[in-house]
């Protein structure tokens, strides 16, 4: 079963999520923290990361930039979910080299079409 790793904040859109997911065939790992999706990517198997930015304790793009510097995840997906929209912030993410900046709200079968075009 793949594994979608989902850093996300706001405790209820993280358990949205996790149960998408879920519901659709893969095994989510939900991170509320930064800090608790860095443990994951370093300590787990992950075939996607769904990300925001917006962090209470650090910067997505801090977490992206972790991730495709280090060998062993930078093949990894790493998506952007994110409310911020203005081109800057778009531009900012791919610069990090994410993979794709979704925007908040995105609708629930998009967001599934997507990941599967990665996994």
């Known amino acids: 079963m793949k594994r979608i790793l989902i850093i ?3 405790e209820v859109l993280l358990e949205s999520l996790g149960l998408l997911i879920q519901l659709n065939g893969y095994f989510p790992l ?9 443990k994951y990517l370093n300590e787990d198997e992950i075939d996607l990361v769904l990300c925001d930015i917006n962090l209470q304790d650090m910067n997505g793009l ?6 495709k510097s280090n060998g062993k995840l930078k093949s ?3 998506l952007i979910l994110s409310a911020l929209s203005d081109t800057d912030d778009i531009k900012a993410g791919y610069s990090h080299h994410a993979d794709l900046y979704l925007t908040k709200p995105v609708s629930s079968q998009y967001l599934l079409d ?3 075009q990665f996994i």
Do not use: N, R, Y
């Open 8 to 10: 996300e904040d706001e």
């Open 30 to 38: 939900l991170a509320q923290s930064g800090e608790s999706g860095l």
């Open 62 to 67: 801090e977490i992206l930039k972790s991730t």
């Open 76 to 78: 990894v997906p790493f």
């Open 114 to 116: 997507t990941i599967k």
